[in-house]
């Protein structure tokens, strides 16, 4: 399974760069992940648990990150084994670029399962493997940007400053 996409987000590149070396923001970014150790040096560990289709499973594994090109690009990769479910296996290559706005996020996902997970059709695989990135990079926007809202939240001052994402607070 295969598949390519970007977020433009409203922080720079240096920013973003910082968030995706965090490992509370990847945890906190993907989803049913229990917890998350590790250095973006050597490495994370990660528990995570899923249910695809009828398949509910527990994964360990390890998440990489390689080939970094500070503030422009790296590899993320990573493999998990859940147990008689099977064992899940991917990576994404992420590129960030500067925009007027911010930062383009773009990334292409490759992902492989095996086991009981696998004989469950490469429709249902794929069409979870779509949403297991796109929600972890929903989550990762709003994690640097704020919550998608209509209008902008007003700060206490009433000066209608924008809603920061909790990431953004915390360095900013």
């Known amino acids: 399974m295969q598949l390519s996409d970007h977020r433009d987000i409203k922080a720079d590149p240096a920013t973003v760069w910082a968030a995706i070396l965090n490992p509370e923001v990847l945890k906190e970014c993907v989803p049913g992940c229990d917890s998350m150790t590790g250095t973006p040096e050597t490495g994370f560990e990660a528990v995570v648990t899923q249910k695809v289709g009828p398949v509910k499973a527990t994964f360990k594994g390890v998440v990489n990150l390689t080939e970094m090109v500070p503030h422009q690009s790296l590899r993320i990769s990573g493999e998990g ?67 998608a809202e209509e209008e902008p939240a007003v700060a206490d001052g009433g000066e209608g400053e924008q809603k920061k994402g909790w990431f953004k607070r915390l360095i900013g």
């Open 81 to 147: 084994k859940g147990g008689p479910a099977g064992f899940a296996k991917g990576g994404a290559n992420v590129t960030l670029t500067a925009t007027e706005t911010g930062t383009r996020l773009s990334y292409e996902v490759e992902a492989n399962v095996g086991g009981k997970i696998a004989q469950l059709g490469s429709r249902i695989i794929d069409g979870f493997a779509k949403k297991m990135a796109d929600d972890f990079f929903t989550r990762f926007q709003e994690a640097i940007e704020g919550p």
